[in-house]
């Protein structure tokens, strides 16, 4: 079995919702990624996450999936044909449940896809 990587586009306004989503995804065979905001620095609450902390501006891990706000990054990625998770940068405005369904949903078909197994 292949190993799944999930790359999550920090943001300071989504840090607890990205705290909260990679604890959710304890239990799923997943490597994450943390890549912060350029112009803003994470919170010692990211850094003491059990993802990969990217450091460096210039560092864009490879990654099965984005977790992310509607960033450039996003389309970065997608020109890779690296799907994305989006939610709102506003926290209030995003329901977690269903955030965490999608990503899950997309996990599981991802890696039936990855692992060669048909849909």
């Not at 620095?41 to 210039?58: C, E, H, M, T």
């Not at 990625?77 to 709102?88: D, E, F, K, M, R």
């Amino acid at each position: 079995k292949k190993e799944f990587s999930i790359l999550f586009v920090g943001h300071s306004l989504c840090e607890q919702l990205h705290i909260n989503l990679l604890r959710s995804l304890g239990s799923e065979p997943v490597f994450s990624f943390y890549k912060p905001h350029p112009t803003s620095p994470p919170s010692n609450d990211v850094i003491n996450q059990s993802w990969f902390l990217i450091q460096g501006r210039d560092v864009f891990p490879p990654a099965d999936l984005l977790i992310s706000y509607p960033s450039t990054l996003v389309d970065e990625y997608a020109s890779l044909g690296i799907p994305a998770v989006l939610h709102s940068l506003n926290e209030s405005e995003v329901d977690r449940s269903l955030l965490l369904q999608r990503i899950l949903s997309a996990i599981n078909s991802l890696m039936r896809e990855k692992n060669g197994i048909a849909k």
